[in-house]
């Protein structure tokens, strides 16, 4: 049973006893009323059994002093007695404003809890108003700022340090962004107590708003910096070193932690999102951690087979291929991809797709030993359409 039904629930009634009932007329009323509908003398009456439930539970809480007393103060609190604003406030996103759902549990549910003992209702609305409070009275972040660079396609797989120009609101070098004139300090907002939110009641609850003596700072500032006017912030460009990891890919976003702007009056900056563009490559592509490379080779290459020597992003790697290697095999060079990123670090592999280049002109001597080739390649029996047998 939540705490909910138990302020809406009244016991009194479910035992048929006066709120005023001394705890030997609740017991008396209740084992009447348990003797009478207990299950075993109403065999398949759901209505008994329900209404047997209903006053076990009543008689749980009244037959206990210390809950009676609890569940007493609490419908007094909450259930409209004395009028104290019970509508709208209570009921989440009613229109009380107030429409977080809080644990009445906190309250009064819990030995030694606020109100488990004989603490009013002051102490307990008191204890709603300063958790509202804090909440709403964080210090203002900086805003988080985006920018973009390009990078060359082996800085992004390699890792680079660029430069990084910048305007943006940066704390104000005079007064070192507290907003007051070098030499004076701001005071504590006296209207807030520098809390930066008030509370206004409405009925038994209510809500915090921004300070409007202090526009939700907390400080109220009598001299003014002059080279910011007090708001502790300077637009200033700046040029900051952004170191990118390796394998960083197209358009990827790094976050660099309190790079962004400033916060106002000293509170923590924001975040500086930077998206990479990697421009093209003309030898290498990529697939995630992987290097792509497209390998020339001759017919006779992939017949005969061959080691060839191939670039990769650091040095040159020889790659064998092995005779009958058909024309669009990936050949895998393994740790000689991209970097990996993360504390496991290794590299991804370097795929290397084979591709005949087919000569557009060939002098009389080649031409006149292809066509001995082909004579000789048909007299081996070899048809490229063998497979088509049928088709
Ligand atoms: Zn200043
Ligand atoms: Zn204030």
């Known amino acids: 049973m939540s705490q909910r039904e138990w302020i809406e629930k009244d016991f009194y009634k479910e035992l048929g006893v006066s709120s005023g009932a001394s705890q030997d007329e609740i017991k008396k009323a209740y084992r009447k009323l348990a003797r009478d509908l207990h299950p075993d003398s109403n065999p398949g009456d759901t209505k008994a059994e329900e209404r047997f439930k209903a006053v076990s539970?009543?008689?749980?809480?009244?037959?206990?002093?210390?809950?009676?007393?609890?569940?007493?103060?609490?419908?007094?609190?909450?259930?409209?007695?004395?009028?104290?604003?019970?509508?709208?406030?209570?009921?989440?996103?009613?229109?009380?404003?107030?429409?977080?759902?809080?644990?009445?549990?906190?309250?009064?549910?819990?030995?030694?809890?606020?109100?488990?003992?004989?603490?009013?209702?002051?102490?307990?609305?008191?204890?709603?108003?300063?958790?509202?409070?804090?909440?709403?009275?964080?210090?203002?972040?900086?805003?988080?700022?985006?920018?973009?660079?390009?990078?060359?396609?082996?800085?992004?797989?390699?890792?680079?340090?660029?430069?990084?120009?910048?305007?943006?609101?940066?704390?104000?070098?005079?007064?070192?962004?507290?907003?007051?004139?070098?030499?004076?300090?701001?005071?504590?907002?006296?209207?807030?107590?520098?809390?930066?939110?008030?509370?206004?009641?409405?009925?038994?609850?209510?809500?915090?708003?921004?300070?409007?003596?202090?526009?939700?700072?907390?400080?109220?500032?009598?001299?003014?910096?002059?080279?910011?006017?007090?708001?502790?912030?300077?637009?200033?460009?700046?040029?900051?070193?952004?170191?990118?990891?390796?394998?960083?890919?197209?358009?990827?976003?790094?976050?660099l932690a309190g790079q962004g702007e400033a916060g106002l009056r000293g509170a923590p900056s924001g975040d500086l999102y930077v998206t990479v563009h990697v421009s093209q490559d003309k030898v290498f592509g990529r697939q995630g951690d992987d290097l792509t490379l497209v390998l020339p080779v001759s017919y006779a290459e992939l017949v005969l087979g061959t080691t060839v020597s191939v670039p990769t992003l650091e040095g040159r790697v020889g790659v064998k291929v092995p005779p009958g290697t058909a024309d669009g095999r990936i050949l895998r060079v393994r740790g000689r991809g991209v970097p990996k990123r993360g504390p496991a670090g290794g590299a991804g592999d370097l795929l290397v797709t084979v591709k005949v280049a087919v000569p557009q002109a060939l002098d009389a001597d080649a031409t006149e030993a292809l066509k001995r080739y082909q004579e000789a390649e048909k007299a081996s029996g070899f048809d490229p359409r063998a497979g088509w047998a049928g088709a």
């Not at 019970?86 to 030995?111: M, R």
């Not at 907003?179 to 209510?206: E, L, Y």
């Open 57 to 255: 539970e009543a008689n749980a809480v009244l037959s206990d002093p210390a809950k009676r007393k609890e569940y007493d103060e609490t419908r007094r609190l909450f259930a409209g007695g004395g009028g104290r604003g019970y509508g709208g406030g209570f009921t989440p996103g009613g229109g009380g404003g107030f429409s977080q759902e809080f644990n009445l549990g906190d309250i009064f549910g819990q030995p030694g809890g606020p109100g488990a003992g004989d603490g009013g209702l002051g102490d307990i609305l008191g204890g709603l108003f300063n958790r509202g409070g804090r909440a709403s009275s964080r210090p203002r972040r900086g805003a988080d700022v985006e920018t973009e660079t390009t990078l060359g396609f082996r800085e992004a797989a390699q890792g680079v340090t660029v430069p990084l120009r910048m305007t943006s609101p940066s704390p104000c070098t005079t007064c070192h962004g507290s907003g007051a004139k070098p030499g004076t300090s701001p005071r504590v907002c006296p209207h807030c107590n520098g809390a930066g939110v008030v509370s206004r009641n409405q009925g038994a609850f209510g809500f915090s708003e921004p300070c409007d003596d202090c526009r939700g700072t907390g400080s109220i500032i009598d001299d003014p910096c002059t080279d910011c006017a007090g708001t502790g912030i300077q637009n200033r460009t700046r040029t900051i070193t952004v170191r990118i990891p390796p394998g960083v890919s197209d358009g990827q976003k790094i976050r």
